[in-house]
């Protein structure tokens, strides 16, 4: 007879180890939302994602034979364009495992990418790549804003250069296994297609501004630095919105505590820059966002990275 607190032991075992980390070789990037301009570039947001085939190879090696799913298909929402939400067709997977059952709902254009998103995120729900919550966000330089845009540089290059190393984002080696000598300086240039160098120099001679040089990193132009301001008032941590937000007199970076309102608000014309940083910027800074967050791209707090 097994005593209670060993079966009780042995599940526990069981969730963290579909909690674990995901192996080397399975997180990809994807383009979420439209392409941006911004100062005469161009950028969109990449997500990290797995296949289902992951989340299905990690149930069998740990379950194996002790998990069930169950599809429902779902009415469609009336009112709701489908090729404006991007889906046409909705699922709610029921995942069961060792009799404790998870649900969740995918979308997608068609049957088998909404079933297939519904099990990734019913997945989640037991711990299976929760870890890609914690990636932060990934803007990366694109070639141009058309549909057939393509990044300037791997986006798993371009977040290991801003956040460090991760499963799906490292730097590029040489033949040896060494990291190349230019990708730990932060001053390579992204590969760029035809004319891209042309378009960069025209848009800065367009402009009052001084010029940018042309072989700028990609991450120096995202932003200034990756270190976010704490907030004045509680000394917690804020969005960075000053990429994303549409009015540039909305604050550049706003408490994440709904409860605080404590902002920063962009420089105003006729007043120094290290002025307006010694009053309303504190010490001490703290990193990006530990979860994903929202965007002008179409994601909310609640959406999977996958």
């Known amino acids: ?29 994807r383009q979420d ?21 992951t989340a299905r190879e990690r149930l069998d090696a740990v379950v194996p034979g002790e998990w069930d799913l169950t599809l429902e298909l779902l009415p469609p929402l009336p009112g709701i364009d489908d090729a404006a939400e991007g889906g046409s067709c909705s699922f709610k997977a029921r995942l069961q495992i060792l009799g404790v059952i998870r649900e969740d709902v995918g979308t997608g254009r068609d049957y088998k990418a909404a079933a297939t998103d519904a099990f990734k995120r019913a997945a989640v729900r037991f711990g299976i790549a929760h870890e890609l919550y914690a990636y932060e966000r990934n803007w990366v330089q694109m070639d141009g804003d058309g549909r057939d845009a393509k990044p300037l540089e791997d ?32 001053t390579d240039t992204p590969p760029r297609p035809r004319g891209a160098a042309k378009r960069v120099r025209q848009s800065a001679a ?11 990193p990609s991450e120096a132009i995202v932003l200034e630095a990756t270190a976010i301001p704490s907030c004045p008032k509680c000394g917690g941590r804020m969005w960075d919105n000053r990429l994303s937000k549409r009015n540039p007199k909305a604050p550049d970076f706003k408490c994440r505590d709904r409860s605080c309102d404590g902002v920063i608000w962009p420089a105003r014309p006729g007043v120094a820059a290290d002025a307006r940083d010694s009053a309303a910027k504190p010490a001490d800074t703290t990193s990006a966002p530990d979860a994903l967050d929202s965007s002008p791209l179409g994601m909310s707090l609640d959406d999977i990275p996958f």
Not at 48 to 53: D, F, G
């Open 206 to 216: 367009s402009t009052a501004k001084e010029p940018e040089p042309v072989d700028a």
């Open 1 to 29: 007879m097994i005593a209670r607190h060993d079966v009780h032991t042995e599940k526990a075992d069981i969730w963290s180890r579909l909690a674990e980390p995901l192996p080397n070789g399975v997180v990809y990037w």
């Open 155 to 186: 986006p798993g290059v371009t977040y290991a250069r801003r956040f460090g190393p991760t499963n799906g984002a490292s730097l590029p080696t040489d033949s040896s296994g060494a990291l190349a000598d230019d990708a730990t300086d932060g």
């Open 33 to 53: 939302g439209k392409v941006i301009a911004r100062d005469g570039k161009y950028f969109a947001r990449f997500v990290a994602y797995i296949e289902a085939n």
